[in-house]
């Protein structure tokens, strides 16, 4: 069976969307900060920006399925750190959507959009635990390129920064 999967662009009023795919992925929240998210998280997910972006900068996404039942979210933000490096803040799909290829399909769509936009080079900042999350991005041909340490929650980890260079 073909399935059809379409993207919704997010802003504050759609936070139920964002509510609805992190309450099915506990496992990813329990590990990033120790309990499932709230609809504070949500909203952060929509809403946080890093030092010096603007609203304008960062698109969220929601993967709806045939439905139209969320089942992933997408977070990136333009030309950051630097003119050029798009980073992907989040990709995250429910794990019943997981492991079927989406993932990767999902990601070639950011990279095309990203080189549309002026990107040369896409970011990630993996949790060091995330061992499946490694996998993934490695698989894409993602590099490390540093390492810090970040607090979720209430939980202190090791981020490791990946690279892409996709022109």
Known sequence: MKRNYHVKFLNKTDVALVEAVADASTDYFLIEQGHPATEKDALAIIQDLPPGKSKFDKF????????????????????????????????????NARKAGMGKVLHQVIRE?????????????????????????????????????????????????????IK
């Open 113 to 165: 959009w990203a080189i549309d936009g002026g990107a040369d080079t896409l970011r990630v900042g993996i949790l060091a635990e995330n061992e499946a999350a490694v996998g993934f991005w490695e698989h894409l041909g993602y590099r490390k390129i540093d390492s810090k340490q970040q607090t979720f929650g209430e939980k202190e980890h090791q981020v490791d920064v990946y690279q892409l260079p």
């Open 60 to 95: 969220v996404m929601a993967i709806l399925d045939e439905e139209d039942a969320p089942i992933g979210v997408i977070d990136v933000v333009a030309d950051y750190p630097r003119k050029g490096e798009w980073i992907i803040g989040l990709l995250l799909l429910v794990p």
